[in-house]
Nanobody, 124 residues
Framework: QLQFVESGGGLVQPGGSLRLSCAAS????????IGWFRQAPGKEREGVLC????????MYTDSVKGRFTISRDNAKNTVYLQMTGLKAEDTGVYYC?????????????????WGKGTLVTVSS
């Protein structure tokens, strides 16, 4: 079964930066709406940012405004989540997934091909 692969997580100090990558073999990420999600310890999974097939971006978490950006590299078939100004509350497992119905937004229940996630820990 197809599954996305997230990478790039790690331990970073507050104020630091990380770039997460979402890759998938045999699946054209640039032809689909792709979203980044996160799940903090003890909390429900939430949407972060979503990029549609035509490049439109939807933000689902106001707390990342001005700090996180989503982009795609079509040549590498990869979607990125660039995170700057990281805060302790950004700690969690970050996942990427694709819209299962061809839409341009990223409702959690409408996504598929969830990866296993990559852990981001923001701590001093």
């Amino acid at each position: 079964q197809l599954q996305f692969v997230e990478s790039g997580g790690g331990l970073v100090q507050p104020g630091g930066s990380l770039r997460l990558s979402c890759a998938a073999s045999g699946f054209r990420l640039n032809s689909n709406t792709i979203g980044w999600f996160r799940q903090a310890p003890g909390k429900e999974r939430e949407g972060v940012l979503c990029i549609s097939q035509n490049g439109g971006v939807t933000m689902y978490t106001d707390s990342v405004k001005g700090r996180f950006t989503i982009s795609r590299d079509n040549a590498k078939n990869t979607v990125y989540l660039q995170m700057t100004g990281l805060k302790a509350e950004d700690t969690g497992v970050y996942y990427c997934a694709a819209n299962a119905f061809g839409g341009s937004i990223c409702p959690i229940r409408g996504m598929r091909y969830w990866g296993k996630g990559t852990l981001v820990t923001v701590s001093s």
